[in-house]
Protein backbone atom coordinates (compact mmCIF):
# COMPACT_ATOMS: atom_id res chain seq x y z
CA UNK A 1 0.00 0.00 0.00
CA UNK A 2 1.21 3.42 -0.72
CA UNK A 3 1.04 5.84 2.02
CA UNK A 4 0.82 9.57 1.16
CA UNK A 5 2.45 12.12 3.29
CA UNK A 6 1.50 15.98 2.79
CA UNK A 7 3.72 19.17 4.43
CA UNK A 8 2.82 21.20 5.66
CA UNK A 9 -0.51 20.23 7.91
CA UNK A 10 -1.13 23.82 7.92
CA UNK A 11 -0.05 26.96 6.08
CA UNK A 12 -1.06 30.31 7.35
CA UNK A 13 -0.23 32.59 4.35
CA UNK A 14 -2.12 36.13 3.13
CA UNK A 15 -3.59 36.62 0.03
CA UNK A 16 -1.10 38.06 -2.47
CA UNK A 17 1.61 35.15 -1.40
CA UNK A 18 2.86 31.89 -2.72
CA UNK A 19 1.99 28.62 -1.30
CA UNK A 20 3.63 25.93 -1.59
CA UNK A 21 2.74 22.26 -0.76
CA UNK A 22 4.47 18.72 -0.71
CA UNK A 23 3.20 15.25 -1.36
CA UNK A 24 5.42 12.49 -0.65
CA UNK A 25 4.89 9.26 -1.52
CA UNK A 26 6.15 5.66 0.20
CA UNK A 27 7.17 4.64 -3.14
CA UNK A 28 7.68 5.43 -6.40
CA UNK A 29 4.26 6.55 -8.48
CA UNK A 30 6.14 7.63 -11.25
CA UNK A 31 4.17 10.52 -12.65
CA UNK A 32 0.44 9.33 -11.73
CA UNK A 33 -0.29 11.90 -9.22
CA UNK A 34 -3.63 14.28 -8.55
CA UNK A 35 -3.77 17.75 -6.58
CA UNK A 36 -7.45 18.30 -5.53
CA UNK A 37 -8.78 21.23 -3.58
CA UNK A 38 -11.65 21.19 -1.14
CA UNK A 39 -13.37 24.00 0.13
CA UNK A 40 -15.78 23.77 3.33
CA UNK A 41 -19.45 22.24 1.79
CA UNK A 42 -17.94 21.60 -2.16
CA UNK A 43 -17.10 18.55 -4.11
CA UNK A 44 -13.52 18.44 -4.59
CA UNK A 45 -12.09 20.11 -7.31
CA UNK A 46 -9.42 18.35 -9.32
CA UNK A 47 -6.28 20.85 -10.31
CA UNK A 48 -3.72 18.73 -11.61
CA UNK A 49 -3.06 15.27 -12.85
CA UNK A 50 0.09 13.44 -14.08
CA UNK A 51 1.93 15.97 -11.65
CA UNK A 52 2.09 18.54 -14.05
CA UNK A 53 -0.90 18.29 -15.93
CA UNK A 54 -3.70 21.70 -15.16
CA UNK A 55 -7.35 20.14 -15.08
CA UNK A 56 -9.58 21.89 -17.19
CA UNK A 57 -10.48 25.09 -16.24
CA UNK A 58 -7.76 25.76 -13.52
CA UNK A 59 -6.20 28.83 -13.97
CA UNK A 60 -2.70 29.23 -13.94
CA UNK A 61 -1.68 30.14 -10.80
CA UNK A 62 -1.88 26.48 -10.13
CA UNK A 63 1.36 24.46 -10.82
CA UNK A 64 1.83 20.56 -10.07
CA UNK A 65 5.79 19.21 -10.12
CA UNK A 66 7.69 16.67 -9.51
CA UNK A 67 8.14 12.62 -10.26
CA UNK A 68 8.80 9.59 -8.18
CA UNK A 69 8.24 10.04 -4.59
CA UNK A 70 8.26 13.95 -4.07
CA UNK A 71 5.51 15.81 -5.52
CA UNK A 72 4.47 19.90 -5.20
CA UNK A 73 1.87 22.20 -5.72
CA UNK A 74 2.41 25.62 -6.24
CA UNK A 75 0.09 28.59 -5.86
CA UNK A 76 1.21 31.83 -7.40
CA UNK A 77 -0.11 34.23 -5.91
CA UNK A 78 -3.01 33.49 -3.38
CA UNK A 79 -6.48 34.55 -4.17
CA UNK A 80 -9.07 34.40 -0.99
CA UNK A 81 -10.99 31.59 -2.77
CA UNK A 82 -7.80 29.83 -2.73
CA UNK A 83 -8.03 29.11 0.93
CA UNK A 84 -8.69 25.72 1.49
CA UNK A 85 -7.60 22.03 2.34
CA UNK A 86 -5.36 20.34 -0.57
CA UNK A 87 -5.18 16.44 -1.26
CA UNK A 88 -3.00 14.29 -3.30
CA UNK A 89 -4.14 11.41 -4.61
CA UNK A 90 -2.22 8.73 -6.76
CA UNK A 91 -3.50 5.50 -8.88
CA UNK A 92 -4.30 3.07 -5.63
CA UNK A 93 -6.84 5.71 -4.77
CA UNK A 94 -4.53 6.74 -1.66
CA UNK A 95 -5.23 10.32 -0.79
CA UNK A 96 -2.60 12.34 1.39
CA UNK A 97 -4.08 13.88 4.68
CA UNK A 98 -4.13 17.17 4.08
CA UNK A 99 -2.82 20.69 3.62
CA UNK A 100 -5.20 23.18 5.12
CA UNK A 101 -4.45 26.63 3.32
CA UNK A 102 -5.84 29.12 6.14
CA UNK A 103 -5.61 33.12 6.14
CA UNK A 104 -2.80 34.37 8.20
CA UNK B 1 -22.17 19.77 -19.29
CA UNK B 2 -21.08 16.72 -16.50
CA UNK B 3 -23.17 16.64 -13.56
CA UNK B 4 -23.16 13.95 -10.96
CA UNK B 5 -26.07 14.07 -8.28
CA UNK B 6 -26.19 11.36 -5.45
CA UNK B 7 -29.02 10.73 -3.28
CA UNK B 8 -30.01 7.91 -0.89
CA UNK B 9 -28.16 9.10 2.45
CA UNK B 10 -29.63 8.61 5.88
CA UNK B 11 -29.74 7.85 9.18
CA UNK B 12 -29.46 3.88 9.79
CA UNK B 13 -28.91 1.97 13.08
CA UNK B 14 -25.56 -0.17 13.58
CA UNK B 15 -25.90 -3.45 11.32
CA UNK B 16 -28.24 -1.86 9.28
CA UNK B 17 -28.20 -1.55 5.41
CA UNK B 18 -28.41 1.41 3.07
CA UNK B 19 -28.52 1.75 -0.31
CA UNK B 20 -26.74 5.38 -2.70
CA UNK B 21 -27.52 6.42 -5.65
CA UNK B 22 -25.43 8.75 -8.16
CA UNK B 23 -27.49 9.73 -11.35
CA UNK B 24 -25.21 11.21 -14.00
CA UNK B 25 -25.60 13.14 -16.57
CA UNK B 26 -23.79 14.84 -19.76
CA UNK B 27 -21.76 11.49 -20.27
CA UNK B 28 -22.56 7.59 -20.03
CA UNK B 29 -22.03 5.45 -16.96
CA UNK B 30 -21.09 2.57 -18.88
CA UNK B 31 -18.07 3.87 -20.76
CA UNK B 32 -16.57 5.22 -17.87
CA UNK B 33 -14.89 4.27 -14.65
CA UNK B 34 -16.67 5.46 -11.79
CA UNK B 35 -15.48 5.87 -8.07
CA UNK B 36 -16.96 6.70 -4.77
CA UNK B 37 -15.11 8.95 -1.98
CA UNK B 38 -16.23 9.33 1.12
CA UNK B 39 -15.17 11.73 4.26
CA UNK B 40 -15.69 11.18 7.66
CA UNK B 41 -16.37 14.33 9.99
CA UNK B 42 -13.18 15.96 10.11
CA UNK B 43 -11.32 13.59 8.37
CA UNK B 44 -9.70 13.23 5.02
CA UNK B 45 -10.97 12.04 1.72
CA UNK B 46 -10.93 7.88 1.85
CA UNK B 47 -11.34 6.15 -1.38
CA UNK B 48 -14.16 3.57 -0.92
CA UNK B 49 -14.64 1.58 -4.52
CA UNK B 50 -14.62 2.15 -8.18
CA UNK B 51 -16.21 0.07 -11.40
CA UNK B 52 -14.66 -0.13 -14.65
CA UNK B 53 -16.45 0.62 -18.20
CA UNK B 54 -17.35 -1.78 -20.42
CA UNK B 55 -19.27 -4.86 -20.14
CA UNK B 56 -16.70 -6.73 -17.60
CA UNK B 57 -16.81 -3.75 -15.86
CA UNK B 58 -14.51 -4.81 -13.27
CA UNK B 59 -14.84 -3.85 -9.38
CA UNK B 60 -12.40 -2.76 -6.68
CA UNK B 61 -12.64 -2.08 -2.59
CA UNK B 62 -11.03 -0.55 -0.09
CA UNK B 63 -10.61 -3.16 2.91
CA UNK B 64 -12.60 -1.25 5.67
CA UNK B 65 -15.09 -1.98 2.82
CA UNK B 66 -14.80 -5.03 0.94
CA UNK B 67 -17.32 -7.84 1.17
CA UNK B 68 -19.81 -5.33 2.92
CA UNK B 69 -20.17 -2.50 0.14
CA UNK B 70 -20.99 -3.40 -3.73
CA UNK B 71 -20.57 -1.11 -6.45
CA UNK B 72 -22.79 -1.19 -9.44
CA UNK B 73 -24.09 0.62 -12.47
CA UNK B 74 -27.47 0.55 -14.24
CA UNK B 75 -26.21 1.98 -17.85
CA UNK B 76 -29.87 2.76 -19.11
CA UNK B 77 -30.73 4.86 -15.89
CA UNK B 78 -27.36 5.89 -16.10
CA UNK B 79 -26.93 5.77 -12.41
CA UNK B 80 -24.27 4.57 -10.27
CA UNK B 81 -25.10 2.85 -6.89
CA UNK B 82 -23.57 2.12 -3.72
CA UNK B 83 -25.14 -0.61 -2.16
CA UNK B 84 -23.74 -0.98 1.70
CA UNK B 85 -24.24 -3.64 4.30
CA UNK B 86 -23.36 -4.24 7.74
CA UNK B 87 -23.28 -0.89 8.75
CA UNK B 88 -20.82 0.69 11.58
CA UNK B 89 -20.48 3.96 13.23
CA UNK B 90 -17.35 3.84 11.59
CA UNK B 91 -19.07 3.84 7.87
CA UNK B 92 -20.28 7.63 9.04
CA UNK B 93 -19.49 10.16 6.40
CA UNK B 94 -20.27 12.33 3.19
CA UNK B 95 -20.36 9.86 0.14
CA UNK B 96 -19.05 11.39 -2.64
CA UNK B 97 -19.73 9.71 -6.34
CA UNK B 98 -16.76 11.17 -8.69
CA UNK B 99 -15.89 9.98 -12.62
CA UNK B 100 -12.67 8.91 -12.94
CA UNK B 101 -10.71 10.37 -15.74
CA UNK B 102 -7.31 8.72 -17.49
CA UNK B 103 -3.77 9.85 -16.86
CA UNK B 104 -1.01 9.27 -19.08
CA UNK B 105 -0.27 5.70 -17.68
CA UNK B 106 -3.62 5.30 -15.60
CA UNK B 107 -7.34 5.48 -14.44
CA UNK B 108 -6.89 7.38 -11.38
CA UNK B 109 -8.04 11.07 -11.50
CA UNK B 110 -11.42 12.08 -9.89
CA UNK B 111 -12.50 14.51 -12.91
CA UNK B 112 -15.78 15.40 -11.66
CA UNK B 113 -17.62 14.92 -8.44
CA UNK B 114 -21.22 15.20 -7.02
CA UNK B 115 -21.94 17.56 -3.90
CA UNK B 116 -22.25 14.20 -1.77
CA UNK B 117 -25.04 12.65 0.19
CA UNK B 118 -24.48 12.20 3.94
CA UNK B 119 -24.96 8.31 6.14
CA UNK B 120 -24.91 8.26 9.78
CA UNK B 121 -24.74 5.26 11.09
CA UNK B 122 -26.37 5.42 15.21
CA UNK B 123 -28.37 4.11 17.89
Known amino acids: EIVLTQSPATLSLSPGEGATLSCRAS??????LAWYQHRPGQAPRLLVY???NRATGIPARFSGSGSGTDFTLTISTLEPEDFAIYYC??????FGQGTKLEIK | EVQLVESGGDLVQPGGSLRLSCAAS????????LAWVRQAPGKGLEWVSI?????????YYAGSVKGRFTISRHNSKNTLYLQMNRLGTEDTALYYC???????????????WGQGTTVTVSS
Open chain 1, 89 to 94: QEPSFS
Open chain 2, 51 to 59: IYSGDTGAT
Open chain 1, 50 to 52: DAT
Open chain 1, 27 to 32: QSVGIS
Open chain 2, 98 to 112: ARVQRGKNYYYALDF
Open chain 2, 26 to 33: GFSVGTNY
